[in-house]
């Protein structure tokens, strides 16, 4: 939860309601939610929950306003750590919610999940002309670590013991240190 916020962990239940863009019985859903990236999202983690079980921590989440309910976006890691601890995330918000600083709230949010789960490295990336996506994960701490000829890759890692160390011990790290670059597309815009 954050000041705005709620990233509420999604339930295959509700992941797939957001596949078929039907909100079950409780849902609150703002107009125009889920979109294209949201429904993508949520089949990625189905398809995860049906290979090895429920991920969470390292699962979906749907970003909700905290005033109301409403659904806004979504947010979430594309698996597990790797054997490196390291994950790949990825977020986005319906149009009419751009621009408030939410998206950059939700992955503050999702960053201290992964950092209090232990994760030694996340990762995004986004389109290249993409410099919203761009500046919501320079604002939540990533690093820009290099560019391909589609994507700007982004990048935070954490010391040791940083999980336990109340806000301490994040370090970004820089284009020399960088990880190859995720295969999977993090923030990229909806087609």
């Not at 109301?68 to 790949?88: C, E, M, W, Y």
């Not at 670590?145 to 589609?150: F, N, T």
Request: net charge negative; with cysteine.
């Amino acid at each position: 939860m954050t000041t705005r916020l709620v990233l509420h962990p999604l339930t295959p239940a509700e992941a797939e309601c957001v596949v078929q863009g039907r909100p079950g019985p409780d849902a609150l859903w703002a107009p125009d939610y889920p979109n294209d990236g949201d429904r993508a999202g949520a089949k990625h983690f189905l398809e995860h929950c049906a290979n090895t079980g429920k991920p969470q921590p390292f699962g979906a989440y749907e970003i909700r306003l905290r005033e109301n309910g409403h659904a806004i976006g979504g947010a979430g890691f594309h698996g597990v750590p790797d054997d490196r601890g390291q994950v790949t995330i990825g977020y986005g918000l319906i149009p009419a919610m751009r621009g408030k600083g939410y998206a950059s709230e939700a992955l503050r949010a999702l960053l201290e999940i992964a950092r209090a789960a232990g994760v030694a490295s996340v990762r995004g990336d986004a389109d290249l002309d993409n410099t919203a996506s761009q500046h919501v994960m320079a604002a939540a701490g990533m690093r820009f670590v290099g560019e391909d000829d589609l994507l700007r890759h982004y990048r935070i890692d954490w010391t040791a013991g940083s999980a336990a160390e109340p806000g301490g011990g994040a370090t970004a790290t820089d284009g020399a240190a960088a990880s190859q670059p995720s295969p999977q597309v993090s923030a990229r815009r909806p087609s």
